[in-house]
């Protein structure tokens, strides 16, 4: 019966959070002729991508009830790592793909320990490790950009169009369609859900949660690792002062698209609508000249709508 009614809550807020994106497709399709060109809905796709893979690696970590804060300079980190393997070592792009999801599972590892077994509040473990992973950028690579200009097809994993699609957004969509997978037909995913829910009958229930918790940050820190990597790719750098700020919108693109901040809901698909959301309204708001500033204040606002509605949701339940 809960599984029937979350499934049914899940659904609906998924349909509301597409029925939003499609409204704001056609009011900025009204107020601007440039909206709707094929660069602008490229430019879109290529902003969405590295937000929507943070997005889904986090919607993860909010299901089970946390929340993670180092998510930005966590991704400039692996692009990072990533930039000391291929251009101070000298190895293969593989390998420093590999290096950069390792480094972010790392990380997610540490703030799985830090949470389940020293048990410090998520918000104080992961701001921990934003500023630990803040300054470990700026020492490795030695306070200035690492680029790939060097490197040959480095550059296009992100930019490469394939049937007329970036191949940085078919990364962002794979990357859904396996998180999708782990999410709703995994025991991963089905741990996910019944930690979120209630962790206390969870562990009653004979579900080491804590082994399970740490898991599971580790396998969102390997997904901001792969968004190091398309980052890198779009700047052709791994740039140490970037990060900060990546957060907001990919907990807001999580919680738009149907994930309670209170833990045992959430869906993938829901996500990547709501990532999409983001960057429509971010990309709408600039191509009518609205001020930096004043799109900050309209983000902030429905992220807070977003959070308000899902509480007036599990009110009337």
Do not use: H
Not at 195 to 212: F, Q, V, Y
Not at 256 to 269: C, F, N, P, R, V
């Amino acid at each position: 019966m809960a599984n029937k009614k979350r499934s049914n809550s899940k659904t609906t807020q998924t349909i509301l959070a597409f029925a939003g994106l499609i409204a704001l497709i056609i009011i900025f399709s009204l107020f601007s002729p440039n909206f709707l060109t094929y660069n602008n809905l490229v430019t879109i796709l290529l902003m969405t991508a590295v937000n929507g893979i943070l997005a889904v690696g986090i919607t993860f970590i909010i299901v089970t009830g946390g929340i993670d804060l180092s998510i930005g300079t966590v991704m400039t980190f692996c692009s990072v790592m990533a930039g000391v393997f291929i251009t101070m070592l000298g190895m293969p792009v593989f390998v420093g793909i590999i290096a950069a999801v390792i480094a972010g599972a790392l990380c997610g590892f540490v703030n799985g320990v830090s949470i389940a077994k020293l048990k410090l509040p998520p918000f104080i473990a992961t701001l921990g490790m934003m500023n630990i992973t803040k300054g470990l950028n700026l020492i490795v690579s030695g306070t200035k950009p690492v680029y790939f200009t060097d490197i040959p097809n480095f550059g296009s994993i992100a930019t490469r169009p394939i049937l007329g699609i970036p191949l940085g957004v078919l990364v962002f969509f794979g990357t859904a369609l396996v998180a999708s997978f782990i999410l709703s037909k995994t025991i991963i995913g089905r741990y996910t859900f019944a930690i979120g829910s209630n962790e206390d009958a969870a562990r009653l229930s004979g579900i080491n949660t804590d082994a399970w918790k740490i898991g599971i940050y580790s396998l969102s820190g390997a997904f901001f690792g792969i968004a190091g990597i398309v980052m890198a790719s779009r700047l052709n750098s791994a740039q140490p002062a970037l990060g900060p700020g990546y957060e907001m919108d990919a907990i807001a693109a999580a919680v738009i698209g149907g994930a309670s901040l209170s833990g045992g809901e959430g869906s993938i698909l829901g996500t990547v609508i709501g990532a999409f959301i983001i960057t429509v309204l971010t990309n709408g708001l600039r191509i009518l000249s609205v001020p930096q500033e004043w799109q900050m204040v309209v983000t902030g606002l429905i992220v807070i709508g977003a959070v308000y509605l899902d509480i007036a949701r599990r009110k009337i339940k």
